[in-house]
């Protein structure tokens, strides 16, 4: 990546010298230019590369800029939500609503993100072995997988909205406000868990662009969509709340609608048949059996979360739930443009593992743990000293700000070590060694952030502040853990 930006910066300054009178800006355009040539030609390629002879450092830039903008427009569905919302009239219940909601999601983003991984680990496998048609009938089965799983889902929580959020620690006056919102959202839940899965299996093949367009069209849908709905326009009535789910929804379903266009029809190395679609249950007992790890692991984590919400809702109250809620959409902003460039990692082991490129794959966790963790440490500085402004940008109630802006701040003191984190369990994930990073959460989340948390807050009367502090404690010992795992070595010797 240094050659690359060398380069840049040579072929920058020999455009500037043709000319002594170029000026500073004009330098700036001239680097830009050249830096937007390269990449594109870079991203060009991206589906004839070969990860597991190519540069690495190139490698990571095919994978990881799309994923990386796939996540931040991920990130950005629930931030638009959050913002028309946060300046509603009752924006302290419409912000609670939103975020406890999000907050029960996590149980589905887990199953997603579980049989995602899965998927991601076989498919980038048979591409390694040049097996194209077992790759796509795996990515297909996955599919059949989640959309048997996703009906109950979506029924069990369409007909109990109103006891969830009540069990989450929502206030009656908040359940009777946003209760069809919950709704809504559990109802099309479908479109989530084939975004992320779908996604998945476009980055086992090493063509992480078309995921990231997809999620591009889902949110400028999104965006378009809010503000319409939310506070009506023309012969369409101002559905508040409502009407954010309602626009989430629909912009996500234009994205898998994309997705299974590229699916079917694409140019890619993948080639989907409809008989495909025929179960296999040899083949879907053996991405059950992989995926239930990955599964674990991310519900373990997101029932923690639900666990934390809960404890602030209840020992702070609305306001208190409102800026918790909002501090933890902002962190995840920032942390899941992170979570995408840390999924390169995925691909590369994979694939290398795959070919036998064992120093390969090694190679590739290093690079993408440093660059992860130059990146969170930026962060880390931005989010601790610009909070307030973050925050002010979402809502104006002054109370909901304060208490957002100290958790905001609390939290990202362990972003480096969430980096790091990060790609050791992409690594992990990747080679299909899915048990290590499931019991690395449990012990993390459960034995040890769940019982800090009630401890700061029960026994040394911290309050929700408690909540705040267990977070990048219990984060950075489930990094030192991964890191002791991962020089074991044991996840090189996986087969899958």
Same mark, same amino acid.
């Given at each position: ?26 330098? =700036? ?9 390269? !990449? ?47 300046? !509603? ?78 069990? /989450? ?16 959202? /559990? ?43 939310? %506070? ?8 508040? +709340? ?34 495909? =679609? ?20 991310? +519900? ?47 691909? !590369? ?23 992860? /963790? ?22 104006? %109630? ?53 019982? =800090? ?14 909540? =705040?502090?267990?977070?990048? +404690? ?23």
């Amino acid at each position: 990546m240094a050659k690359t930006f060398a380069t840049l910066r040579l072929c920058a300054i020999k455009n500037i010298t043709k000319n002594k009178k170029t000026s500073r800006p004009s330098a =700036f355009v001239a680097i830009k230019k050249i830096m937007f040539k390269r !990449l594109k030609k870079i991203l060009q390629h991206a589906e004839s590369f070969d990860f597991t002879s190519g540069s690495i450092r190139k490698g990571i830039l095919i994978l990881s800029i799309p994923m990386v903008l796939e996540m931040a427009m991920e990130s950005v569905f629930a931030l638009v939500d959050l913002y028309f919302v946060g300046h !509603l009239k009752e924006s302290n219940y419409a912000i609670q609503v939103v975020g406890l909601t999000e907050s029960v999601f996590a149980i589905i983003y887990s199953i997603a993100i579980g049989i995602s991984i899965a998927t991601t680990a076989i498919v980038a496998r048979r591409i390694g072995k040049k097996d194209v048609t077992q790759a796509g009938k795996s990515g297909v089965q996955a599919i059949v997988i989640a959309i048997a799983i996703n009906v109950f889902i979506s029924v069990f929580g369409f007909i109990y909205a109103e006891e969830i959020l009540l069990l /989450m620690g929502a206030s009656a006056a908040s359940v009777v406000y946003g209760v069809l919102y919950t709704k809504i959202m /559990m109802g099309g839940s479908v479109f989530v868990m084939l975004i992320f899965l779908i996604n998945g299996i476009f980055r086992g093949a090493g063509n992480a662009i078309i995921a990231m367009k997809s999620l591009w069209i889902s949110n400028i849908s999104n965006i378009i969509l809010c503000p319409i709905l939310i %506070n009506g326009f023309w012969f369409i009535p101002a559905m508040g +709340v409502t009407g954010a789910a309602i626009a989430t929804t629909i912009g996500r379903g234009i994205g898998v609608l994309y997705q299974c266009y590229f699916l079917f029809y694409g140019k890619g190395i993948l080639k989907i048949k409809w008989s495909y =679609f025929i179960p296999d249950f040899k083949l879907i007992q053996s991405i059950i059996k992989l995926a239930t790890p990955g599964v674990l692991q991310y +519900v373990i984590a997101s029932c923690s979360w639900i666990f934390l919400a809960n404890l602030v809702a209840t020992t702070g109250g609305d306001y208190a739930s409102s800026g918790y809620q909002t501090a933890i959409r902002i962190m995840m902003f920032f942390i899941l443009p992170a979570w995408g460039l840390s999924n390169a990692v995925a691909t !590369l082991v994979g694939q290398n593992l795959g070919a036998q490129e064992i120093g390969r794959a090694e190679e590739s966790v290093y690079k993408t743990a440093k660059y992860n /963790m130059i990146f969170m440490g930026s962060i880390m500085l931005v989010c601790f000293f610009s909070a307030h402004y973050f925050i002010s940008f979402f809502t104006d %109630n002054q109370t909901i700000v304060d208490i957002a802006v100290k958790a905001l701040q609390i939290m990202s003191i362990g972003f480096i070590f969430y980096g790091l984190g990060m790609v050791l369990n992409n690594t992990f994930n990747g080679a299909g060694d899915n048990w290590t990073p499931t019991w690395i959460n449990v012990f993390g989340f459960w034995i040890f952030q769940v019982p =800090f948390a009630y401890f700061l807050v029960h026994f040394y009367k911290m309050g929700p502040t408690g909540v =705040f502090i267990a977070i990048p +404690v219990a984060e950075t010992l489930i990094t030192i853990l991964s890191v002791i795992v991962y020089r074991r070595g044991n996840w090189k010797r996986i087969a899958i």
